[in-house]
C-alpha cells in the first residue's frame, strides 16, 4: 500500500497574508482560534509550552500526532494540564484531575492505532494553573502554575489512566514552581546532574 506522508512546513510567523482577503494575517486567525488561554484545549498547550521553555527549548513547536507532547535531550515528556477555574458557568471549582495517562499510540508505519494501551512516554509533567477565581486568574503569569514531575515507571505503578492532583503531588513529594521545573525533569529522568539552582 502505497502511504500520503504529509511534507513539513516551516513553522509560520504570524505576519504572513492570508491571500484573497485584504489586511488578514495569519496572527488574525491566531487572535480568532486562540482568544482566550483559560479555555481547557488552550490552557493545555500552554502548559506544554511552559514545560518545553522550562527545558530551554528556544522556540518550541508542538507536533499534533505524537504521542508524547515535548522532547528533550532524548527524554520523552507527556504534559498533563488542570485548574480550578473553567470558561462555563461552574457550580463549584473544578476538581484538579488528569485523564488519559495512558494511550494506544499511533503509529505511522502502521497507519493505525496500538492495539493495547501503554504509557508513552519519560516522564510525566502535571501542571495546575492555581488561581481560585477568575478575577485573580492571570494566564500570563507562570507564578500561578504548580507542577508535579513523575518518572514513568511510578505513573505505571499505580495502575490508573487518570491521577488527581494530591495524588502526583504525593507521588513526587510534593510540588514545584516554573523556576524549579528544569532541576525537577533533570532529576526525575535520571540521566544527567542537577544543576543547583543558586550556582
Not at 513547536?61 to 515535548?70: K, L
Not at 462555563?88 to 494501551?117: H, I
Not at 477565581?133 to 500561578?144: C, G, I
Amino acid at each position: 500500500m502505497s502511504l500520503i506522508k504529509p511534507i513539513e512546513r516551516a513553522p509560520l510567523e504570524g505576519d504572513e497574508a492570508i491571500e484573497g482577503i485584504p489586511d488578514t494575517y495569519v496572527h488574525d486567525f491566531w487572535r480568532f482560534a486562540l482568544p482566550n488561554l483559560q479555555v481547557n484545549t488552550a490552557r493545555g498547550w500552554f502548559a506544554e509550552f511552559l514545560v518545553a521553555k522550562a527545558v530551554g527549548i528556544e522556540r518550541p513547536v508542538r507536533i499534533e500526532w505524537d504521542d508524547h507532547d515535548v522532547v528533550w535531550d532524548g527524554i520523552r515528556i507527556e504534559v498533563k494540564s488542570s485548574g480550578r477555574m473553567q470558561m462555563w458557568v461552574q457550580k463549584k471549582p473544578s476538581d484538579l484531575r488528569f485523564t488519559g495517562l495512558s494511550s494506544r499510540s499511533w503509529t505511522a508505519d502502521a497507519v493505525d492505532y496500538a492495539p493495547e494501551r501503554s504509557y508513552n512516554a519519560d516522564l510525566y509533567v502535571f501542571a495546575v494553573q492555581t488561581a481560585e477565581t477568575h478575577e485573580s486568574y492571570d494566564p500570563l503569569d507562570v507564578n500561578q502554575w504548580r507542577f508535579a514531575v513523575l518518572p514513568v515507571a511510578a505513573v505505571e505503578a499505580t495502575g490508573y489512566r487518570s491521577l488527581s492532583w494530591t495524588a502526583a503531588e504525593t507521588l513526587a513529594g510534593g510540588d514545584i514552581g516554573f523556576a524549579e521545573l528544569r532541576n525537577d525533569i533533570v532529576l526525575k529522568s535520571g540521566r544527567m546532574t542537577a544543576v543547583d539552582p543558586t550556582t
